[in-house]
C-alpha cells in the first residue's frame, strides 16, 4: 500500500514538472515584434526615440524586439520599471502580433497616488564667490505637481538673491502633448561693492540696485514632434528699488522658448543634441518700465563610447533696449568663462554674450576649456580664456580652473552638485 502512494506521489511530481515545462516551451515559441510601455494618458514605442525613459532602460527594453519571449526577463523589467517611474504597480500583458508566432509586449504603468520627494537643485561652492544653494520639496498627485524650494545663490547672477519660490505644473493638460506651470519667486538681493560703483559710474545703462525682486511666470509647454518643444509664456518681474527712493518697477516680458532634444544611442557611440533659442521681449502693451528684447541661443553635442565622452557647448546671446540687472548675461561663474570673476570681467554683466566650452572626461576625470566674452554693444569685445581639471561623478563636480592670461594666475576651485 505505501509503495501504490510512493508511485502516485512520484507520478504526480513528473506531471507538474511535465506542466510547467510545458508552458515555458509554449512562451518560448513566441518572438517579440514590439513592445509598449504605457501610463495614465500617454503611450511610447521604445523603438522610438523618446525622452520619456532612460537611455539603459530603453536599450534593454529594445533589445526585446526579435528576442523570443521571456517572462522572467518581462517581470525583471517590469520591476526597474516601476523604480524609474516610482510607479504604484507596473504589469505587463502579453499580445496576438499580426504575423503567426509573434506577440506584442505591453507594460502598463499605474502611478503612485500621491509621491513626495525633495531635491537639490544646485550646491555649489566657489573660492571666489562663496556658497551656493537651492532646493525644493514637492509632491505630485496624479499628473498635477507642486514644488515649494529656498534659494541662496551668489553664483548665476551679479547680485547674491536668497528667498522662495513656489510652482505648480500640470504634465497632462487634455492631452500629453501640453504641459502647463506657474512659477512664483520671490528674493531680497545684496550687492559686490564692485557692482555699486560701475552703476554709479555706468548710469542708465540698466537698473539701478534693487532691494527685492519679485517674478511670476505662467508657460505652457507644447510637445511639436518627438525632439521639439515650444514654451510660450509671460514673466512679470517687480523691482524694489532703494534710491533715491523706495519705488517699483516693472519688467513685463513675452517669452518663447524653442527646443531640441535628440538623443542617439543605436550605434557603439552614444551621442545627445541639445539646441534652444529664447526671445523674451518687454514692450509697453504689458505696462512695463523696461523696453527691450533678449535673444539666446545655445547648442550642446555630446558623444561618448565606453568610459569616453567628448562635449561641445557654444552660447550666444544679445540684448536690444534697456534691460534690468537679472536679465543681463554674466560670465565667471560655474557655467561660463570657470576660473575668472565675474567682477573682474563685468560686475553689471552686459548685453552680448558669446561663449564655447570644450570638454574631455575619461570615466570620472574630466578636463576642460573655455572660451568667450561678454561685453556691451559699441564696447570691444575681449575674449577671454581657462583652463581646468576635475572630478564629476553624475552631478557632483570637483574642479579648479586657471584664467588664461599674463602675470599673476590665481586659481578658482569648485566644487559641489552642478546641474
Known amino acids: 500500500m505505501k509503495y501504490s502512494w510512493l508511485g502516485c506521489l512520484f507520478l504526480g511530481s513528473l506531471l507538474f514538472a511535465g506542466t510547467q515545462d510545458s508552458d515555458l516551451n509554449v512562451n518560448k515559441r513566441y518572438t517579440v515584434d514590439t513592445v509598449i510601455v504605457a501610463g495614465k494618458g500617454w503611450k511610447t514605442n521604445v523603438s522610438d526615440q523618446n525622452d520619456r525613459i532612460s537611455a539603459g532602460l530603453r536599450k534593454d527594453l529594445v533589445a526585446l524586439v526579435g528576442e523570443k519571449l521571456n517572462p522572467g526577463v518581462l517581470d525583471g523589467l517590469a520591476a526597474r520599471l516601476k523604480k524609474e517611474f516610482s510607479a504604484r504597480e507596473v504589469s505587463h500583458h502579453i499580445l496576438r502580433g499580426d504575423v503567426p508566432d509573434h506577440v506584442l509586449v505591453e507594460f502598463d504603468v499605474k502611478p503612485s497616488r500621491a509621491n513626495i520627494d525633495a531635491t537639490i537643485t544646485k550646491f555649489v561652492y566657489n573660492s571666489k564667490q562663496g556658497w551656493s544653494g537651492a532646493g525644493a520639496l514637492g509632491f505630485t498627485v496624479q499628473q498635477n505637481t507642486f514644488l515649494f524650494g529656498l534659494a541662496s545663490d551668489g553664483d548665476t547672477l551679479n547680485e547674491r538673491f536668497a528667498g522662495i519660490s513656489a510652482r505648480y505644473e500640470n504634465k497632462h493638460l487634455g492631452t500629453d502633448r501640453v504641459n502647463l506651470r506657474f512659477q512664483f519667486e520671490s528674493y531680497h538681493e545684496q550687492w559686490n561693492q564692485n557692482t555699486l560703483d560701475a552703476l554709479a559710474a555706468r548710469p542708465n545703462v540698466t537698473s539701478d540696485a534693487y532691494r527685492t525682486r519679485q517674478n511670476f511666470q505662467p508657460t505652457a509647454v507644447i510637445v511639436l514632434a518627438k ?54 521681449v518687454a514692450t509697453r502693451a504689458l505696462n512695463t518700465d523696461f523696453v527691450y528684447n533678449s535673444h539666446t541661443m545655445g547648442l550642446h553635442y555630446r558623444i561618448g563610447r565606453g568610459k569616453h565622452q567628448v562635449l561641445e557647448s557654444v552660447e550666444a546671446g544679445a540684448i536690444g533696449g534697456k534691460a534690468p540687472l537679472a536679465d543681463r548675461f554674466v560670465a565667471g561663474n560655474s557655467s561660463y568663462l570657470r576660473g575668472w570673476n565675474k567682477f573682474d570681467i563685468d560686475p553689471i554683466g552686459g548685453n552680448r554674450l558669446i561663449h564655447n566650452s570644450v570638454e574631455y572626461r575619461y570615466g570620472p576625470l574630466q578636463a576642460f576649456y573655455d572660451a568667450g566674452a561678454v561685453w556691451d554693444s559699441g564696447q570691444p569685445a575681449i575674449a577671454r580664456h581657462s583652463v581646468g581639471v576635475g572630478f564629476k561623478e553624475s552631478i557632483f563636480s570637483l574642479a579648479v580652473a586657471f584664467p588664461v592670461r599674463g602675470g599673476h594666475v590665481e586659481p578658482v576651485f569648485m566644487m559641489g552638485m552642478i546641474y
Open 227 to 280: 525632439p521639439l518643444t515650444l514654451e510660450i509664456g509671460l514673466g512679470f518681474e517687480r523691482f524694489q528699488n532703494q534710491y533715491p527712493a523706495s519705488h517699483y518697477e516693472a519688467a513685463n516680458a513675452l517669452i518663447t522658448t524653442l527646443r531640441y532634444h535628440q538623443r542617439l544611442g543605436e550605434s557603439q557611440f552614444q551621442q545627445d543634441v541639445d539646441a534652444g533659442y529664447t526671445l523674451r
